[in-house]
């Protein structure tokens, strides 16, 4: 049985926390915690308590960044799951595997080429291993299209992609109200969303990017759009604002954010519900990418953060024929993106999401295609499945190749940080400057 420990105990944390405790506590075993606000490390602990219903004098051990080493010491860890803010993720995944423990983190793996390098220098001497969770790939329609284009080969060799994802004004927002929006903390949205999208491109693709080349701008959020909009009134913060404004998150109109969030500000001075069209917005929310792979497929890709719908259309061109995916998808709890179970609370008002995934051979019939678990809640219901296979030891081979290793991680982050440093210069940036190979 291996023990783990997470650093960082926000809201993705408790997807991994709820697993380990429950639907695997045969196969794994949470021994220790770890977060720099004491209020939400109380918070996990007390949530492993009822979890595992022991009682109140036998609270899992856990403390802050300072005593993460000694935490692994004393806990005999094995492996450290890392659920922190994006900007100190190599931090932790160097310190674990310095301390002996393998890793698992949440996507992104890091931010930029510096702190790239620097884990993989880690990793190579250390030799320990580092796994990034990619659910996406586990979702039974990212499968589906796994199988059709290198299983089948459905389409022949692929020669272009196009690829636009849309977050709406619910979900899209929410990224402008937290640490998000500062770019030095998550990379804006080509590294810290936009990974999943490169990542399954690469796995699609069973390619490497070589070439990358973006333009991108704030066209919507932040406080100068919302001017020249005409917009004249900005509450300071969401909590306590106007209920009708569509675009804030009043923390203490619900329990489990006023607990997470608001009631531990007074220890680290985080505020979770910034104002969407205030100052100090450092990403971009409309963006566009142009990627070359190494086997020669180009690829198209545009992300927008303000549309009226949510999900993705994807059109891929092959010597062979053509693969159209569309996937329209619903968002639920606005502003919150909880991973606590609340992000699926509207399961019962219907689909999910409505997938469309259409074979269009150069000559032949069209193929209309229906993936199995299209309504799954859990992304998809890639959630599940990616947590059994972290956990479960019985697992069944999978001849798909959906775990992700650190190269998976690398090359997944490797386009949207060549993505920005194309942004600051206006010209193609080489993979290999990102990576150094």
Not at 88 to 93: A, L, P
Not at 195 to 222: C, I, K, R
Not at 356 to 369: A, H
């Amino acid at each position: 049985m291996k023990r783990y420990m997470i650093i960082g105990c926000g809201a993705r944390s408790y997807m991994y926390l709820k697993a380990i405790t429950t639907t695997f506590s045969r196969q794994a075993e949470l021994v220790a915690l770890c977060d720099l606000n004491p209020h939400r490390l109380s918070l996990a602990q007390e949530a492993v308590r009822r979890a595992t219903g022991v009682g109140a004098d036998e609270a899992i051990p856990g403390g802050g960044p300072a005593d993460f080493e000694d935490l692994i010491r004393k806990c005999s860890v094995d492996t450290v799951i890392v659920t922190t803010m994006d900007r100190t993720h190599d931090e932790y995944i160097v310190r674990a595997m310095e301390a002996g423990c393998d890793v698992i983190v949440e996507k992104p793996l890091t931010v930029d080429a510096r702190r790239l390098a620097r884990i993989e220098e880690v990793r190579q001497r250390t030799g320990r291993s580092i796994r990034v969770t990619f659910n996406y790939r586990y979702a039974p329609r990212n499968s589906v299209i796994r199988e059709l284009l290198q299983v089948r080969r459905a389409i022949g060799a692929i020669k272009s992609v196009h690829f636009e994802w849309l977050l709406d004004t619910v979900h899209g927002a929410d990224y402008f109200r937290r640490w998000h929006r500062d770019k030095k903390n998550s990379g804006g949205l080509l590294v810290h969303k936009a990974t999943h999208h490169f990542d399954l491109m690469n796995w699609w693709l069973a390619d490497q990017p070589e070439t990358v080349y973006a333009s991108g701008a704030l066209v919507y959020y932040g406080r100068e759009n919302a001017e020249a909009r005409g917009i004249t009134r900005f509450p300071d913060r969401g909590t306590g604002a106007d209920p009708a404004d569509h675009y804030t998150l009043d923390l203490s109109r619900d329990n489990e954010l006023k607990q997470m969030y608001l009631e531990a500000e007074k220890y680290d001075g985080y505020r979770r519900d910034e104002h969407v069209f205030g100052h100090y917005i450092s990403i971009e929310d409309d963006l566009s990418v142009l990627v070359r792979y190494r086997g020669g497929t180009r690829m198209t890709y545009h992300l927008t953060a303000y549309s009226p719908w949510e999900g993705f259309r994807i059109a891929f061109n092959g010597d062979a024929g053509r693969l159209e995916y569309t996937v329209v998808e619903k968002t639920t709890v606005s502003g919150s993106d909880d991973d606590r179970g609340r992000s699926d609370a509207a399961a019962d008002e219907g689909p999910l999401e409505e997938v469309t995934i259409r074979l269009l051979p150069l000559s032949g019939k069209v193929e209309e295609i229906t993936p199995p678990g299209t309504n799954e809640i859990g992304h998809g219901g890639g959630d599940r499945r990616m947590l059994q296979d972290i956990f479960d030891p019985n697992r069944e081979e999978d001849p798909l190749g959906r775990a992700a290793d650190h190269t998976a991680g690398i090359y997944s982050i490797a386009v949207g940080i060549a993505g920005n440093m194309s942004l600051a210069r206006e010209v193609p940036v080489a993979i290999s400057e990102v990576v150094g190979r």
